[in-house]
C-alpha cells in the first residue's frame, strides 16, 4: 500500500511568519509532487508541483523535495489570514495521484 | 470558462436506491477520476479512466460504478447505496498521465447522504 504521510494539525501561525508543511511519502519510485489547497467545502487546487530534488520557488511559496529521505514539503512565507485552508500532499505513482490527509494551517492576526 | 461540473451538488437518499452523479468537463482531458474524502481518511480514489472506454479501479471501488462513453462525462454509479457510502465526493480532470506533472482540476464536489 502506497501511502502519503502528513500531520493533520492544526498548525497554527502568527500572520506574517513562515509555516512549513511537511509530507512522507512511502514509495521511492515516486514520479512527482504536488500541494493542494483546499478551503472548507470547497474543491482542492493546485498550489505547486515538483519533481526535481531541491527547491522550487512560485511567489510565497516554495516547494522542496528530497527524494534520498521520500521526503517534500511546502514553505509559506509571510503568512496571511486568508492562507488559513487545509493542505494536501499529493505523491504521483504512474497513473495515480495518492493525496495525504492534509494539514490544517491557521494564520492568525 | 475551463471548468468541471459535478451533480448534484447535495444528494440524501436511502439505502439501497441506486443514484447517479454526473460528471461533465469542458478540457478536453482524457484523464478522468472519482475520489471520496472523509474525515481523517483524505481525498481516496475511487475510479479512473485514462481514455473513452478505458476505466479502472483506483483504491476504493467497491460498491461504485463507473462508466466512460463520451470523452467529457464520467457519471459514477452507486447500484445500491449503503450508509458507509456517506462521503464527499469530487470528480477530478486532467490532460493525461504522459506528462508526470498535469495539473488535476477538481470539480465544485457533491455531498451525499445515505439514510
Known amino acids: 500500500q502506497k501511502e502519503v504521510e502528513q500531520n493533520s494539525g492544526p498548525l497554527s501561525v502568527p500572520e506574517g511568519a513562515i509555516a512549513s508543511l511537511n509530507c512522507t511519502y512511502s514509495?521511492?519510485?515516486?514520479?512527482?509532487f504536488f500541494w493542494y489547497r483546499q478551503y472548507s467545502g470547497k474543491s482542492p487546487e493546485l498550489i505547486m508541483f515538483i519533481y526535481s530534488n531541491g527547491d522550487k520557488e512560485d511567489g510565497r511559496f516554495t516547494a522542496q523535495l528530497n527524494k534520498a529521505s521520500q521526503y517534500v514539503s511546502l514553505l509559506i512565507r509571510d503568512s496571511q489570514p486568508s492562507d488559513s485552508a487545509t493542505y494536501l500532499c499529493?505523491?504521483?505513482?504512474?497513473?495515480?495521484?495518492?493525496f495525504g490527509t492534509g494539514t490544517r494551517l491557521q494564520v492568525f492576526p | 470558462e475551463a471548468q468541471v461540473t459535478q451533480n448534484p451538488r447535495y444528494l440524501i437518499t436511502v439505502t439501497g436506491k441506486k443514484l447517479t452523479v454526473t460528471c461533465s468537463q469542458n478540457m478536453n482531458h482524457e484523464y478522468m477520476s472519482w475520489y471520496r474524502q472523509d474525515p481523517g481518511l483524505g481525498l481516496r480514489q475511487i475510479y479512473y479512466s485514462m481514455n473513452v472506454e478505458v476505466t479502472d479501479k483506483g483504491d476504493v471501488p467497491e460498491g461504485y460504478k463507473v462508466s466512460r462513453k463520451e470523452k467529457r462525462n464520467f457519471p459514477l454509479i452507486l447500484e445500491s447505496p449503503s450508509p458507509n457510502q456517506t462521503s464527499l465526493y469530487f470528480c477530478a480532470s486532467s490532460l493525461g498521465t504522459a506528462n508526470s506533472y498535469n495539473e488535476q482540476f477538481f470539480g465544485p464536489g457533491t455531498r451525499l447522504t445515505v439514510l
Open positions: 514509495d521511492r519510485g515516486s514520479q512527482s
Open positions: 499529493a505523491v504521483r505513482y504512474t497513473d495515480k495521484l495518492i
